[in-house]
């Protein structure tokens, strides 16, 4: 009698069965038989599958047994639906909030200055207290062409000041103020938004100071060239509608290319500004750069006065800026709103939870239907199947006690030297002092 496969269970691992060569030819050599007593292998038992279903599908074979789950299909095709609707708009408003939608509009920028201790020079100085003045620098944006807070109208919500302009440059007299004549306003270093700017300094010499300007566009925005201008028809925007632009003038011209979408021709316009025939798209984004600059900062001077009224030289200038326009955070409540629907999930757990129920129900309902219509069969297969689980989660898969009844289960050609074996280890055992 063979012996039955030893398995060896780990507290953390899976089982690991043992397995020994069973199959040895008649009349090998001392070769042959000195590898049947090799290193025994080491198997991992498979591990068994658990059956699993779509969470919200019913299974074909209930809906067939259910007409009406046909209307809870339609709906679940219609909550996919919507979902990818819903998840295509949030990406849409994530991309607005990011990038918002702008309009032009003006903004009046005051300049003026402020002084003290002017007209008491004399006993000022005799005093200790030395003259001053305070530059400031502050902005509204007009609606309708009007100043809302010199009106005394309630002013709609924009933006502060500081928020329209990337970098703000202010140069005094170098002569006067030799160690710090430039005073400089980034907003990559300030992320703190302003309604104004003030610049103070000790002083009582009248004299001009000059305020450049860069203004802050989002996307970054361009002045383009004389000749692309004249064919496109943009002085000033953004690179992407620049480039859309011009894949709109060469379909408007039906410029491209039949033969490779990727070129396109070059008309007489064309070619005057890019000076060829026949240009790939992506060689002509990249050659629309030569065309395209920076705008130049805006440029304001004024006169720091130190008599007078106070405050003094007052000045507005109008500068044309891109205003967001005020539905940015009502979009950004709609994406943050998105994110919490506590009341959905609750439902689509009650969902999961009712079909895990229909897939029991249908498990049992086939159950007592097949004992039903042949009770024996059914036992019998039952107790066969049960059987062979439990040999898949003993491990003892290569035992047949069905096999070893059988007298062709001896006859096999490695039981010969299965027994030989046999009686050789016995022998051994047997030749040890004190072996019984």
């Given at each position: 009698m063979p012996t039955p496969t030893p398995t060896w269970q780990h507290p953390h691992l899976p089982s690991v069965q043992l397995r020994n060569p069973l199959h040895?030819?008649?009349?090998?050599?001392?070769?042959?038989?000195?590898?049947?007593?090799?290193?025994?292998e080491l198997t991992v038992a498979p591990p068994r599958k658990k059956r699993s279903f779509p969470e919200k599908l019913i299974p074909e074979k209930v809906a067939k047994l259910v007409p009406e789950s046909a209307i809870y299909a339609k709906l679940l095709e219609l909550e996919a639906h919507v979902d990818s609707v819903l998840v295509r708009k949030k990406i849409e408003v994530q991309e607005a909030v990011r990038n918002p939608t702008c309009v032009r509009k003006t903004l009046r920028i005051y300049?003026?200055?402020?002084?003290?201790n002017e007209a008491k020079m004399e006993s000022a100085k005799n005093k200790g207290d030395e003259p001053s003045w305070v530059l400031r620098i502050t902005g509204r944006v007009l609606e309708d062409g009007k100043d809302a807070v010199a009106d005394g109208i309630s002013p709609k919500e924009n933006p502060k000041f500081s928020a329209f302009f990337k970098k703000i440059t202010i140069y005094l007299d170098q002569g006067f103020y030799p160690d710090n004549h430039v005073v400089v306003w980034d907003c990559a270093r300030s992320s703190v938004q302003r309604d104004g700017f003030e610049v103070k300094r000790k002083g009582d010499k009248e004299f001009t100071t000059v305020v450049r300007m860069m203004l802050n566009y989002s996307p970054d925005k361009?002045?383009?060239?004389?000749?692309?201008?004249?064919?496109?028809?943009?002085?000033?925007?953004?690179?992407?509608?620049?480039?859309?632009?011009?894949?709109?003038?060469?379909?408007?011209?039906?410029?491209q290319s039949p033969n490779d979408p990727s070129f396109f021709m070059c008309d007489a316009?064309?070619?005057?500004?890019?000076?060829?025939?026949?240009?790939?798209?992506?060689?002509?984004?990249?050659?629309?750069?030569?065309?395209?600059?920076?705008?130049?900062?805006?440029?304001?001077?004024?006169?720091?006065k130190l008599s007078g009224n106070c405050p003094s030289g007052t000045t507005c200038y109008d500068v044309q800026v891109d205003v967001p326009l005020p539905l940015e955070k009502e979009m950004s409540a709609f994406v943050a709103s998105t994110l919490r629907?506590?009341?959905?999930?609750?439902?689509?757990?009650?969902?999961?939870?009712?079909?895990?129920?229909?897939?029991?129900?249908?498990?049992?309902r086939a159950f007592f239907l097949g004992f039903s219509q042949s009770p024996a069969e059914f036992i019998n297969a039952l107790i066969a199947s049960q059987s062979k689980d439990l040999?898949?989660?003993a491990g003892d898969v290569s035992h047949s006690a069905e096999n070893e009844r059988r007298s062709a289960f001896y006859n096999q050609p490695w039981v010969e030297d299965a027994v030989v074996r046999y009686l050789t280890r016995k022998n051994a055992r047997s030749d040890v002092p004190g072996s019984i």
């Open positions: 040895v030819p008649s009349g090998s050599s001392s070769a042959s038989q000195s590898s049947a007593f090799k290193t025994m300049v003026y200055n402020t002084f003290s361009f002045v383009v060239s004389a000749q692309l201008s004249k064919v496109l028809g943009i002085e000033f925007d953004s690179r992407a509608r620049i480039i859309a632009a011009l894949w709109h003038y060469v379909k408007a011209k039906k410029l316009s064309l070619q005057r500004v890019f000076g060829e025939e026949k240009m790939k798209f992506s060689v002509a984004s990249q050659k629309i750069s030569q065309h395209l600059s920076p705008p130049q900062p805006v440029h304001l001077e004024h006169k720091i629907h506590k009341e959905i999930d609750a439902f689509d757990e009650l969902i999961c939870d009712s079909i895990k129920k229909i897939h029991e129900h249908h498990r049992r040999k898949l989660v």
